[in-house]
């Protein structure tokens, strides 16, 4: 079997299980072993960013995020607030234990870009985030009873 009969899922699949390892690799010396960018994207936005919003930046349903955001508030990471401006909402903040952690990661992140980037020609760099972007975008204008897993705000907004 040619990988032209492959699912394009399989392709997807593999490279996450590459990219994951190699991020992974880059995060050994972290106490943090999961979820590298939900973490960074919050100590990004320390306190300003609620779940609905980061949801939105990470293309996620809600369920998905509370798992992830249980997790990282289990490990001693983050911590939930209630927004004083509207009691509804929470929002997210890095604690201590974190906040050494997010340069690390942001550096882990962009290494292991660079790196996957860089078994490409480099002709193909904008092509293939182009690429990705679009499928991104296009996907998710196709109406979300077409799909088990439903991303309700679009990439550019």
Known sequence: MTTQEWPLGRF???????????????MEK???????FPLYLIGKKNGIISQQELAN???M?????????DA???DGFIERKTNPNDRRQHLLNITSQAEPWIGEIE???????????????????A???????????????IPADQFEFFYPKKLNS
């Open 12 to 26: 997807f699949s593999f490279l996450t299980k590459q990219y994951i390892g190699k991020l992974a690799i880059q």
């Open 30 to 36: 972290t106490p943090v072993e999961r979820y590298y």
């Open 57 to 59: 930046q990470l293309l």
């Open 61 to 69: 349903d809600k369920v998905s995020l509370v798992r992830i955001l």
């Open 72 to 74: 990282l508030e289990s």
């Open 107 to 125: 550096k882990g992140i962009k290494e292991t870009n660079e790196y996957f980037f860089s078994l490409l020609d480099p002709s193909l760099h």
């Open 127 to 141: 092509t293939f985030e182009l690429i990705l972007t679009e499928l991104i975008t296009k996907t998710q204008e």
